[in-house]
């Protein structure tokens, strides 16, 4: 028996999730599948990886997370299997493990080329079902990631946002991940912001607008403010209290955000 969770753009309107997790039972009866998130913005693979790096650390070692965020299905893109420090992974060779490579959490990787593995005839447009679903479900009934097909160390790694740093006490950031809320989480860290060494707290804008300090929690602020916080995977987030930070600053992914740390007040 072993977890399997599930990370996808699909949504809920459609049958597809549902069609994967009959693939999958299908094989193994006993597994414990886990529904992580099929709200990711459609074909957007920076989101889903990010999601994932968020998430993996959270399950017992040995979960197989399986991620079918997949723009190029049916192309030529391969698609993978992979086994890490902490669990595996079944995806699409496009980059949605582009954060779990360059943490280190990705130890070696084969290219699915197993046939017996697979549900035929493979559809050209649902990997999810004939490759990758199938492909975790034999997983989850035996370790090992070698029967799958041929050990390859090449594979897409997506360039990261980095928070760029602007002297000794600024740093430019971007969203990576609108949430449910419309909480606007950033890619900048608690530990990049302390590195600032902001001694009287900071300044975070967005869209022209700035607060001040982070808060400690979000019923600090009356409804409708927006404020700046550190949320639980650790990097900032800009809310607004009861109501949509992403619609009150009309901001989504990619939209820049500057953070500068405030110094100690110069003595006459």
Do not use: W
């Amino acid at each position: 028996m072993r977890i399997i969770t599930l990370l996808t753009d699909f949504g809920h309107a459609d049958p597809f999730v549902g069609i994967m997790k009959g693939v999958i039972l299908g094989i193994n009866p006993r597994a414990q599948i886990v529904d992580l998130c099929h709200g990711v913005s459609p074909q957007d693979v920076l989101e889903a990886a990010f999601l994932l790096d968020c998430s993996y650390q959270y399950f017992p070692k040995g979960t197989v997370h399986l991620v079918v965020v997949d723009p190029g299905v049916g192309g030529m893109r391969k698609g993978l299997v992979a086994e890490g420090r902490h669990g595996y992974y079944v995806a699409p060779d496009n980059g949605v493990l582009s954060y779990l490579f360059a943490s280190g959490e990705i130890r070696r990787v084969v290219e699915i080329t197993a046939e017996a593995y697979l549900l035929h005839p493979v559809s050209q447009t649902f990997h999810g079902r004939d490759v990758f679903a199938p492909v975790a479900g034999h997983l989850s009934r035996r370790s090992g990631i070698d029967r799958f097909g041929q050990a390859t160390a090449r594979s897409v790694r997506l360039r990261l946002p980095v928070p760029a740093k602007r002297g000794s006490r600024v740093l430019v950031g971007s969203i990576l991940h609108v949430d449910r809320f419309g909480n606007l989480i950033t890619n900048i860290s608690g530990r990049q912001i302390s590195a600032l060494h902001p001694e009287r707290g900071i300044t975070v804008s967005i869209r022209g607008q700035t607060m001040r300090g982070l808060q400690q929690s979000y019923d600090r602020l009356k409804p409708g403010e927006t404020g700046a916080i550190l949320g639980s995977a650790g990097y900032l987030e800009i809310f607004a209290n009861q109501r949509s930070a992403a619609r009150l600053l009309k901001a989504g992914r990619g939209a820049a955000v500057r953070v500068e740390a405030r110094g100690r007040r110069r003595r006459r």
